[in-house]
């Protein structure tokens, strides 16, 4: 059974880096064809893909965020991570780290969630 789970803090000051990490257990972030994606719910909206890492270690990004997102994995610890910079309290959500298979999908379908952790930008 996988398992994802994010951490990092839940308060982040608006200008600053937001930094998350995703533990992941029962597989490993370098098994074909899996990706591993970072998602995020404002208050009150539905779900925003971010941008996700291939089991290759590529990256792909969400064009709207792309500028101020990145994504890297530490496989040794089977973890990967996002930085999403400059933040503004519309950054403010609970994020999600996910898995995914096959293709990067933007809209749907991963198989395996985090529980999900709320970030505040706020100072």
């Known amino acids: 059974q996988v398992q994802l789970q994010e951490s990092g803090p839940g308060l982040v000051k608006p200008s600053q880096m937001l930094s998350l990490t995703c533990t992941v257990s029962g597989g490993s972030i370098t098994t074909s064809y899996y990706t591993w994606n970072w998602i995020r719910q404002p208050p009150g909206k539905g779900l925003e893909w971010m941008g996700a890492?291939?089991?290759?270690?590529?990256?792909y990004y969400s064009p709207s965020l792309k500028s101020r997102t990145s994504i890297s994995r530490d496989t040794s610890k089977n973890q990967f991570s996002l930085q999403l910079t400059s933040v503004t309290p519309e950054d403010t959500a609970v994020y999600y780290c996910?898995?995914?298979?096959?293709?990067?999908?933007?809209?749907?379908?991963?198989?395996?969630w985090g529980q999900g952790t709320q970030v505040t930008v706020s100072s």
């Open positions: 996910a898995r995914g298979s096959g293709t990067i999908a933007t809209n749907g379908g991963w198989d395996y």
């Open positions: 890492i291939v089991y290759d270690g590529n990256p």
